[in-house]
T-cell receptor, first 113, second 109 residues
């Protein structure tokens, strides 16, 4: 099992460009999450999905959109990137919900110039 | 609201003990602990449930005081492999796991 995979690993964007971060899990988990990690801020929840077809906002959703394409895949889109979105983005999944262990992907390091 | 962790950083020698604290202003159902090594993804350590049930790691222990909305992670006889950043995540009535800002632990030989 690959667990949780994310693409790309690194990305540099210019202000105003758009991009989609991809995440997939092969553990048959129901819930998936997107976090961003900034120095001194810990992990902050952007969006999560409790099941296929459902999504909900986390702590810092502004500037992002998500799609739960199917049970395996959960993508994060930046429509118009801003320097404040420079961060490391982690995708995670859990079997049922937030009460369960979360398994994290390796992360995407995004720089917006 | 983000839980508060203390201390922010700690440096130990191998074999020494450490305690990391996590405090929330809201009522909690559970507290989750994760460790992240530099450049890697966070990895699950432990979940502490309301009512006292504890699930997780064999060599690291923790406590959860529901009334005070506080949890402490106890690292005893620390090893070099314990180095990393420790995050607590708190689960309240929003159903969302909210992480603290992290505590960086460095264990030296």
């Amino acid at each position: 099992n690959a667990g949780v995979t994310q693409t790309p690993k690194f990305q540099v964007l210019k202000t105003g460009q758009s991009m989609t971060l991809q995440c997939a899990q092969d553990m048959n988990h129901n819930s998936m999450y997107w976090y961003r990690q900034d120095p001194g801020m810990g992990l902050r929840l952007i969006y999560y999905s409790a099941s296929e077809g459902t999504t909900d906002k986390g702590e810092v959703p502004n500037g992002y959109n998500v799609s739960r394409l199917n049970k395996r895949e959960f993508s994060l889109r930046l429509e118009s990137a801003a320097p404040s979105q420079t961060s490391v983005y982690f995708c995670a999944s859990s079997k049922w919900d937030s009460t369960d262990t979360q398994y994290f992907g390796p992360g995407t390091r995004l720089t917006v110039l | 609201q983000q839980p508060v962790q203390s201390p922010q950083a700690v440096i130990l020698r191998e074999g020494e003990d450490a305690v990391i604290n996590c405090s929330s202003s809201k009522a909690l159902y559970s507290v989750h602990w994760y460790r992240q090594k530099h450049g890697e993804a966070p990895v699950f350590l432990m979940i502490l449930l309301k009512g006292g049930e504890q699930k997780g790691h064999e060599k690291i222990s923790a406590s959860f005081n529901e009334k005070k909305q506080q949890s402490s992670l106890y690292l005893t006889a620390s090893q070099l492999s314990y180095s990393g950043t420790y995050f607590c995540g708190t689960l309240g009535n929003t159903g969302k796991l909210i992480f603290g800002q992290g505590t960086t632990l460095q264990v030296k030989p």
